[in-house]
């Protein structure tokens, strides 16, 4: 630190003495390299220290050039005062030149001043610019923060329309059962209200989810859907937006298994790569509809070369709305670093693959 100041001081000394070498020139036609440092020092160092602490508390971009103008005055007084010395005639050369010398400090104030409103007002616009970069970054953000806690408070009125007719047949034909749906059913909304009001759940809160919504799902499919889990323990606390996965599960429910008398299997893998997250949900049905892959590839290209702000406009809607419902807040909360992909599974029915930062 000691260093730096040192440096600091020295770099002002020295461009104090240049200047006032010219000016030294300029008045008596000589070059005086030993008057010149000593106008240097006088007012690169000792003039700007006496005056520094009346703008000590200034602005970084005010200071900088409030420095350049002492510095630039100083020298220049400094070098006026020389001409009183007896080397140089004394007070009457003094009088001889003051036309000469009164023009160099009016030349002199007049520079320093004009070097300080430049900065000055170079410095005020970046300043108002960056402040305006700032509050419609702001406002941007709110706006898409909005946007996210609406998406997350959703729930697929089809999955609650079928529940509760699941839940009506039940009443009369297995009261016990009914009893145990209604729990799971106000656990899902109970879980939709909490993940809307954050970001992010730990990973084992949203498989648990997935568990209550597939016990409702088999109170009205029976054995017709059969799951099959992979899921790797050590990833369990890692955080994911919350109803992130049950949408993909509701999807490969609905086109996979409610659809076809014999049913269907879905499987659901989580796993960690590198210092990712990847979740997978697969089944054995006939695949997406092709308007639904559609609207999917059109949100992706959308996301790729528009931003977010524009592929959230640009959602999926009607068929289809949960998986654009995940795409845009994966968007929204990962910023390009997490991704949703859908490809063909190997037997023909679709999958889809999650991949998010740890």
């Given at each position: 630190?000691?260093?730096?100041?040192?440096?600091?001081e020295?770099?002002f000394?020295?461009?104090?003495?240049?200047i006032?070498l010219l000016?030294?020139?300029?008045?008596h036609?000589?070059?005086?390299?030993?008057?010149?440092?000593?106008?240097?020092?006088?007012?690169?160092?000792?003039?700007?220290?006496?005056?520094?602490?009346?703008?000590?508390?200034?602005?970084?971009?005010?200071?900088?050039?409030?420095n350049?103008?002492?510095v630039?005055?100083?020298?220049?007084?400094?070098?006026?005062?020389?001409?009183?010395?007896?080397?140089?005639?004394?007070?009457?050369?003094?009088?001889?030149?003051?036309p000469q010398?009164?023009?160099?400090?009016g030349?002199?104030v007049?520079?320093?001043l004009?070097?300080?409103?430049?900065?000055?007002?170079?410095?005020?616009?970046?300043?108002?610019?960056?402040?305006?970069?700032?509050?419609?970054?702001?406002?941007?953000?709110?706006?898409?923060?909005?946007?996210?806690?609406?998406?997350?408070?959703?729930?697929n009125?089809?999955?609650?329309?079928?529940?509760?007719?699941?839940?009506?047949?039940?009443?009369?034909?297995?009261?016990?059962?009914?009893?145990?749906?209604?729990?799971?059913?106000s656990?899902?909304?109970?879980?939709?209200?909490?993940s809307?009001a954050?970001?992010?759940?730990?990973?084992?809160?949203?498989?648990?989810?997935?568990?209550?919504?597939?016990?409702i799902?088999r109170?009205?499919?029976?054995?017709?859907?059969?799951?099959?889990?992979?899921i790797?323990?050590?990833?369990t606390?890692?955080?994911v937006?919350g109803?992130?996965?049950?949408?993909?599960?509701?999807?490969?429910?609905?086109h996979?298994?409610?659809p076809?008398?014999?049913?269907?299997?879905?499987?659901?893998?989580?796993?960690s790569?590198d210092?990712?997250?990847?979740?997978?949900?697969?089944d054995?049905?006939?695949?997406?509809?092709?308007?639904i892959?559609?609207?999917l590839?059109?949100?992706?290209?959308?996301?790729?070369?528009?931003g977010?702000?524009?592929?959230i406009?640009?959602?999926?809607?009607g068929a289809?709305?949960?998986?654009?419902?995940?795409?845009k807040?994966?968007?929204?909360?990962?910023r390009?670093?997490?991704?949703?992909s859908?490809?063909?599974?190997?037997?023909?029915?679709?999958?889809?693959?999650i991949?998010?930062?740890?």
């Open positions: 630190m000691r260093l730096s100041k040192l440096l600091t020295l770099w000394a020295l461009g104090s003495a240049a006032a000016l030294l020139y300029y008045l036609e000589l070059w005086l390299w030993d008057w010149a440092l000593g106008c240097g020092f006088l007012a690169g160092v000792l003039f700007r220290q006496a005056l520094l602490p009346t703008y000590a508390t200034f602005p970084t971009f005010l200071r900088r050039p409030l350049l103008a002492v630039l005055l100083g020298t220049i007084f400094a070098v006026w005062g020389t001409l009183v010395a007896p080397r140089f005639g004394g007070l009457a050369y003094f009088v001889s030149v003051l010398a009164l023009t160099l400090a030349a002199g007049l520079l320093g004009g070097i300080a409103a430049a900065v000055y007002t170079h410095a005020r616009m970046r300043s108002e610019v960056e402040e305006s970069r700032i509050r419609e970054s702001v406002l941007r953000e709110t706006a898409l923060r909005a946007q996210l806690k609406a998406l997350q408070a959703q729930i009125p089809h999955f609650l329309f079928n529940a509760l007719n699941a839940l009506a047949e039940l009443t009369h034909e297995n009261p016990d059962q009914a009893e145990e749906f209604i729990g799971d059913l656990f899902l909304l109970r879980y939709s209200l909490r809307s954050v970001e992010t759940v730990p990973l084992s809160q949203e498989l648990e989810a997935v568990e209550r919504y597939l016990r799902e109170a009205r499919l029976g054995r017709r859907l059969v799951v099959e889990q992979s790797d323990a050590a990833v606390h890692t955080h937006p109803l992130i996965l049950q949408p993909l599960v509701e999807n490969a429910v609905q996979a298994v409610a076809r008398p014999e049913g269907g299997h879905i499987s659901i893998g989580v796993s790569e210092s990712t997250l990847r979740i997978v949900v697969e054995d049905g006939p695949g997406l509809p092709e308007q892959r559609e609207q590839a059109g949100f992706a290209a959308v996301a790729a070369l528009a977010v702000e524009r592929a406009d640009s959602g999926t809607g289809g709305g949960g998986l654009g419902n995940v795409q807040r994966l968007a929204l909360i990962y390009g670093a997490a991704r949703l859908y490809s063909e599974a190997e037997g023909g029915g679709a999958r889809f693959d991949v998010v930062p740890r």
